[in-house]
């Protein structure tokens, strides 16, 4: 899957996202990618800590399965 720009979108991956919660592109952390069932592929996005992929304890403020058009995978 590749970002709004053609680059790859990997789990792991810090990127910017469009969050249509707060209408603005904010800075997050790829988590997964869905390749089966209703969100398939989409990524999930988050904006907490890069290094803490546990939803819980993160400090996370959105969480959302984002199109690939509405990320951009950071250099």
Do not use: Q
């Not at 249509?20 to 069932?37: A, C, L, N, P």
Request: hydrophobic share 30%.
């Amino acid at each position: 899957m590749n970002d709004k720009n053609g680059k790859e979108i990997t789990v792991g991956a810090r990127c910017r996202f469009y969050g249509f919660t707060r209408e603005k592109w904010m800075d997050g952390t790829v988590r997964s990618i869905k390749t089966e069932g209703p969100m398939a592929g989409n990524a999930r996005v988050d904006d907490g800590d890069p290094n803490n992929d546990d939803l819980h304890t993160n400090g996370f403020h959105v969480s959302a399965w984002v199109k690939p058009d509405h990320i951009e995978v950071n250099e």
